[in-house]
């Protein structure tokens, strides 16, 4: 059969409401306290240490639906007008058991505490021992005050620890462990309406949508900005109809669908969330064992919006049977993302050449009895000192362009938006010329568009081989030695030539009493 055309159609079938009301409702819950302990926890709890608890897992779904009459006490809309809604909530409430590694609190002072090879623990003040060292230039012996400022931040946050452990080894630093309330939810909403304008015209309108919430946790108790882990999906679909008698043997339908796909990373991360240090990203140098106040992440968006139309029409004529129409089918996509969006990236270190390297090492005597056999205990003994020092060994950032002025601009995200066009058109003839042969014929016509960028920001080169376009002739070149790169909203052209006839028949044939005929059915 020749069709509409297009990949998809949008449907969503439901419930209707009724000249009757009808209603449900139904609750189901599940609490950590009806289940058994794990065997592992009940060995390890104590009075005292709580983390081995259980966490908290608790839900509490509901689901409701109502359907009925709307508005009967409306003339001309009694009898007429009808209405259906659902709504699931399928919320996920909890609490997470996380760790994180934090200086301990000498540490935050610069006094680096490590284990020495003759078995015992040893403090020195880096501040003071290179301050008297008497190293030249920048030989700082004051913690930075920005550097002073985030730290005093995340030691406010170790107030709602639950718990520390130490680190075999590595006295300068410990294990802090928190409790984090967690939440992962579902909602399903539904509702449809029907509207019986006479009778040869009919409305139905749907909507449901699909929302998916997971919110994220800080890197730190009850920390700013918890967007790690973070996640949103928000997915609705529409469906609009109309359905037109126009005469006992003309009928038409028109729909209007519409379907969408939200999904949100990282809220409620923020491109201005480093403002109170610049709009300075400041990354500490020990690698991903001490995390950032703020967790590194932007906000990161996209969704494919998907619009269709389609118009069917059937018209019954004596021995005919005649169905034709047309689809529009738009699919589009976006994606917002930030990157560095003008966000300087700020890491600390201490460079090669610096005097700082000289007063802290494992020959210096700074740091009596330090390990030689391991570079663990120096190298986090000069981060340490570079850290509270602020001292900078490398600094970057990258610009995105403004999709609404074509030029570079700090804290502008990068847009990614791309749209697809297709129309398909059909007629089709199902003609009935005896009681044993029908003849289908028609043709389907598909206007295919090309993919798009709709923001006129995306590039294409002039030559993707460059100056060599033979496959498998190595040193064979072209004129085109400098490929230009230029904005190119479309890479390909449109197909508007796509006719696919097609023609078939239907015969039951005549078989007698013969073999044939019983073969066939005896004509029945």
């Given at each position: 059969e020749s069709g509409g055309g297009g990949a998809m159609a949008i449907r969503f079938t439901t419930k209707r409401g009724t000249d009757r009301y009808h209603f449900h409702l139904l609750e189901q819950f599940y609490n950590e306290d009806l289940n058994a302990n794990g065997y592992f926890n009940k060995l390890t709890v104590t009075a005292a240490n709580r983390f081995t608890h259980r966490g908290k897992s608790r839900t509490q779904d509901y689901a409701g639906n109502v359907g009925g009459p709307l508005a009967p006490f409306i003339p001309f809309l009694k009898n007429k007008l009808f209405f259906f809604a659902n709504f699931e909530d399928v919320p996920g409430y909890g609490a997470g058991n996380y760790t994180t590694t934090v200086l301990t609190a000498n540490t935050y002072n610069g006094i680096f505490t490590y284990l020495g090879t003759d078995g015992q623990n040893h403090s020195v003040n880096l501040l003071t021992a290179v301050a008297a060292s008497g190293c030249q230039p920048n030989c700082s012996s004051t913690i930075d005050p920005t550097i002073s400022g985030i730290l005093g931040q995340i030691q406010a946050t170790q107030a709602h620890s639950i718990g520390y452990v130490a680190i075999n080894g590595q006295p300068y630093w410990q294990t802090m462990q928190y409790s984090q309330p967690t939440y992962n939810g579902n909602l399903y909403p539904t509702a449809r309406i029907d509207y019986i304008i006479n009778n040869k015209l009919s409305y139905h309108g749907t909507w449901n949508d699909h929302r998916?919430?997971?919110?994220?946790?800080?890197?730190?108790?009850?920390?700013?900005?918890?967007?790690?882990?973070?996640?949103?999906?928000?997915?609705?679909?529409?469906?609009?109809?109309?359905?037109?008698?126009?005469?006992?043997?003309?009928?038409?339908?028109?729909?209007?669908?519409?379907?969408?796909?939200?999904?949100?990373?990282?809220?409620?991360?923020?491109?201005?969330?480093?403002?109170?240090?610049?709009?300075?990203?400041?990354?500490?140098?020990?690698?991903?064992?001490?995390?950032?106040?703020?967790?590194?992440?932007?906000?990161?968006?996209?969704?494919?919006?998907?619009?269709?139309?389609?118009?069917?029409?059937?018209?019954?004529?004596?021995?005919?049977?005649?169905?034709?129409?047309?689809?529009?089918?738009?699919?589009?996509?976006?994606?917002?993302?930030?990157?560095?969006?003008?966000?300087?990236?700020?890491?600390?270190?201490?460079?090669?050449?610096?005097?700082?390297?000289?007063?802290?090492?494992?020959?210096?005597?700074?740091?009596?009895?330090?390990?030689?056999?391991?570079?663990?205990?120096?190298?986090?003994?000069?981060?340490?000192?570079?850290?509270?020092?602020?001292?900078?060994?490398?600094?970057?950032?990258?610009?995105?362009?403004?999709?609404?002025?074509?030029?570079?601009?700090?804290?502008?995200?990068?847009?990614?938006?791309?749209?697809?066009?297709?129309?398909?058109?059909?007629?089709?003839?199902?003609w009935r010329v005896a009681s044993n042969f029908t003849l289908n014929y028609g043709i389907h016509w598909e206007f295919d568009g090309a993919i798009h960028s709709t923001n006129g920001i995306d590039s294409w080169p002039t030559n993707l081989y460059g100056p060599s376009n033979a496959n498998f002739q190595p040193g064979v070149l072209n004129a085109s030695y400098n490929p230009v790169v230029n904005v190119q909203n479309s890479v390909y052209q449109r197909n508007n030539v796509t006719p696919a006839p097609s023609v078939g028949f239907a015969w039951n044939v005549h078989g007698g009493d013969g073999f044939v005929g019983r073969l066939l059915g005896h004509n029945k």
């Open positions: 998916y919430i997971i919110n994220g946790t800080p890197n730190y108790p009850d920390g700013p900005y918890p967007s790690t882990n973070a996640y949103l999906l928000n997915s609705p679909v529409t469906s609009n109809t109309v359905d037109f008698s126009i005469t006992p043997h003309l009928l038409n339908s028109v729909a209007v669908g519409t379907q969408g796909n939200m999904e949100y990373f990282y809220n409620p991360s923020d491109v201005h969330q480093w403002a109170q240090y610049g709009n300075r990203n400041i990354s500490f140098p020990f690698g991903t064992t001490i995390n950032p106040l703020i967790p590194n992440n932007t906000p990161w968006k996209r969704n494919n919006p998907v619009w269709q139309v389609h118009d069917n029409g059937t018209w019954i004529k004596e021995g005919h049977t005649i169905t034709f129409g047309a689809n529009f089918l738009r699919t589009s996509f976006y994606e917002q993302s930030y990157g560095n969006a003008g966000i300087l990236n700020v890491s600390f270190g201490i460079a090669t050449n610096d005097a700082v390297n000289n007063v802290l090492s494992q020959t210096s005597g700074v740091l009596p009895f330090i390990n030689t056999s391991s570079t663990t205990d120096i190298t986090n003994a000069r981060n340490l000192y570079a850290m509270l020092t602020g001292r900078i060994n490398g600094y970057s950032t990258s610009y995105n362009v403004n999709e609404t002025s074509h030029a570079y601009a700090q804290f502008a995200p990068l847009m990614q938006r791309f749209a697809l066009n297709t129309l398909g058109t059909y007629l089709q003839d199902s």
